[in-house]
Nanobody, 114 residues
C-alpha cells in the first residue's frame, strides 16, 4: 500500500522561507505526476504545484515565482520550497499523485504569521 508522509511545516514569519518534504513508500515518485495541495478549514483542497514524470513543472498563479517543486529520485522524495511566504499561504499542505490517486497523508501545517 502506498503511504505518503509530509513534513517540514511550522510557524514562520511573513517573507520567510520553508521547505516541505513528501516521502513515499510503496511506489516510486518518479513514476508519478506528483503534486502539492493545500487546504484551510472550511475550504476545498486546492492545487499548489506539480512535477510531471517527464519533469515539467506547473504552479498555481498564487504561488508562481515564490514556490519551487522538485524531486529527488534517490530519496523517493518530493519537495516544495516556499519563499516570500504570505499569511494567505497558511494551510495544511499535502502531496499526492494524479490529483489524489493514493490515500491522503496527514499533511503538514504551515502557519505564516508575525
Amino acid at each position: 500500500q502506498v503511504q505518503l508522509v509530509e513534513s517540514g511545516g511550522g510557524l514562520v514569519q511573513p517573507g520567510r522561507s520553508l521547505t516541505l518534504s513528501c516521502a513515499a513508500s510503496g511506489t516510486f515518485l518518479s513514476m508519478n505526476n506528483m503534486g502539492w495541495y493545500r487546504q484551510v478549514p472550511g475550504k476545498e483542497r486546492e492545487f499548489v504545484a506539480s512535477i510531471m514524470r517527464i519533469g515539467s513543472l506547473h504552479y498555481a498563479d498564487s504561488v508562481k515565482g515564490r514556490f519551487t517543486i522538485s524531486r529527488d529520485n534517490a530519496k523517493n522524495t518530493v519537495y516544495l520550497q516556499m519563499a516570500s511566504l504570505k499569511p494567505e499561504d497558511t494551510a495544511v499542505y499535502y502531496c499526492n499523485a494524479g490529483g489524489g490517486i493514493y490515500p491522503w497523508g496527514q499533511g503538514t501545517q504551515v502557519t505564516v504569521s508575525s
